[in-house]
């Protein structure tokens, strides 16, 4: 699994000139001791659901959604409006 | 004996294609020793495995109009790939529905990360160029 990204630039260029560099990795460490914490909430949750056939989908989203998260690096959208200039970037 | 060459000769097995068919791709697969050029699986070169999808949106020159370029990495595709096995079979019914409403016949469910390398595989060498209206779109991997 790849490292999760450590900054998202966002910016916004046109008359005004705009950027932003959010520092994603001080997210992480936090995101971590939140999912360590709700992990037998979910279990729960999925025993509870798993004869309604959604108990996989509670289990399974988690893994999938960090998977989606660490993949997020690298990821740049570039949309020039003409009069402005968006990009969204992971680093 | 390479996978491409046991695939040709099941198809071959199967009858899904002619003899002629069969060595005519065997010889595709095979190193070509006089020259010393190297079958498809090798000839990557130094490009080595692709690591983006790009798209590129361009106007035409002077139309104004907004352009687009968005880098995707393969790892996000393959994620988002693997998210459809978390699809409900109903939802997915919806969706092929949906697809198959607008001409293109095809089942989510079959759709898996292995097919995904595949494609990646073949993508290497390929670029798509679409030029229609007063844009010009550029599809390729990097």
């Given at each position: 699994m790849n490292c999760p990204p450590l900054l998202m630039r966002l910016g916004i260029y046109g008359r005004r000139r705009f950027s932003l560099w959010l520092p994603l990795f001080l997210l992480w460490p936090v995101a971590a001791a939140l999912a360590i914490a709700l992990a037998p909430l979910v279990l729960l949750l999925a025993l509870i659901l798993w004869p309604l056939g959604l108990g996989k989908l509670v289990l399974l989203s988690g893994p999938l959604v960090l998977g989606i998260l660490c993949a997020l690096r690298g990821l740049e959208v570039n949309l020039n409006l003409g009069s402005r200039v968006l990009l969204v970037s992971f680093k | 004996m390479s996978d491409n060459q046991k695939r040709i000769l099941d198809l071959l097995a199967e009858k899904k294609i002619s003899v002629d068919e069969a060595q005519r791709l065997l010889s595709l697969t095979e190193p070509d020793k006089d020259t010393g050029t190297r079958g498809p699986e090798e000839?990557?070169?130094?490009?080595?495995?692709?690591r983006y999808f790009r798209v590129q949106v361009q106007p035409e020159e002077g139309s104004g109009k907004e352009s687009v370029n968005v880098r995707i990495p393969m790892a996000l595709i393959r994620a988002g790939i693997k998210l459809?096995?978390?699809?409900?079979a109903h939802a997915s019914d919806e969706v092929n529905d949906a697809l198959r409403e607008k001409g293109v016949d095809f089942d989510?469910?079959?759709?898996?990360p292995e097919d995904f390398d595949e494609l990646v595989a073949a993508l290497t060498d390929l670029e798509v160029d679409v030029k229609g209206g007063r844009e010009k779109v550029h599809i390729y991997v990097e």
């Open positions: - | 000839s990557a070169g130094p490009k080595g495995k692709p459809t096995s978390l699809i409900p989510v469910r079959n759709l898996k």
